[in-house]
């Protein structure tokens, strides 16, 4: 019967483990796609931005030499096709302008999204050294671990530098009330409540082993006094 639960026990773990390696699974495959969609859709932006452009000006240097036909050799009859010509870039440009602010749009969207989904993944790594509760055998070995954490801490640092320019990117979206604004903020909120969790979490971990290296001090201490005694 002992047997059986163990090995009941050990094949729960192994599902756990088998639940979050396809979830690390699938959050990586949908970073790549993200980042991939990004790339993508920053070059059709700038791919149109730049006929735009080019179309503007061909539009204005037909322009120019119209008016100098008609004014030279007074071809009025120039001026009715190229103003159906300026008419219809100017309908191109403003619906190209439409497109494009739709497209900044997602873009931000898909920026926001990979960043957040960057930082999670951050975190999570961070988590395992933050819950530690390896506390040393001795004295000298929870000073090293204390001086690890202290350099663990300080790289945690740049986690709210990270949580803020996941704010950024998610300031335009809100402010512009985007039909994803409900998710992105939600987003957000989570990322907030992970970032204080996990730093309640590396305090708790610091204060320990500041408790431990005291500990162990005084018993080193004693130690070495009763040393001396003897």
């Known amino acids: 019967v002992s047997r059986c639960a163990q090995l009941s026990e050990e094949w729960e773990e192994l599902e756990d483990a088998c639940s979050r390696r396809t979830a690390h699974l699938s959050k990586a495959v949908t970073r790549e796609q993200l980042l991939l969609d990004c790339s993508e859709l920053e ?3 700038t791919e149109t931005l730049t006929l735009l452009e080019v179309l503007q000006v061909e539009v204005e240097d037909l322009g120019d030499q ?3 036909a008609v004014q030279t050799w007074t071809l ?3 001026r009715r096709p190229y103003s159906r010509l300026s008419s219809l870039n100017q309908q191109l440009q403003h619906q190209a302008a439409c497109r494009g602010q739709r497209l900044q749009e997602v873009l931000r969207l898909h920026e926001f999204s ?3 989904l960057d930082l999670e993944d951050w975190m999570t790594r961070q988590r395992p050294t933050a819950e530690s509760q390896d506390l040393g055998n ?3 070995h929870v000073q090293l671990l204390r001086g690890k954490f202290e350099g663990f801490l300080k790289q945690l640092e740049v986690g709210d530098e990270r949580l803020q320019s996941c704010s ?3 300031a335009p979206l809100l402010r512009n009330k985007h039909p994803q604004r409900p998710a992105v903020r939600e987003a957000l909120q989570r990322l907030s409540a992970c970032w204080e969790d996990l730093k ?3 305090r708790e971990r610091r204060d320990r082993l500041q408790r431990a290296e005291e500990s162990g001090r005084r018993a080193s ?3 070495w006094r009763r040393m001396c005694e003897a």
């Open 43 to 45: 070059f059709r932006l």
């Open 66 to 68: 119209v008016e100098q």
């Open 76 to 78: 009025e009859e120039l």
């Open 114 to 116: 990979r960043e957040a």
């Open 138 to 140: 001795d004295y000298q």
């Open 168 to 170: 950024e990117l998610a």
């Open 200 to 202: 309640g979490v590396a």
């Open 221 to 223: 201490l004693t130690t």
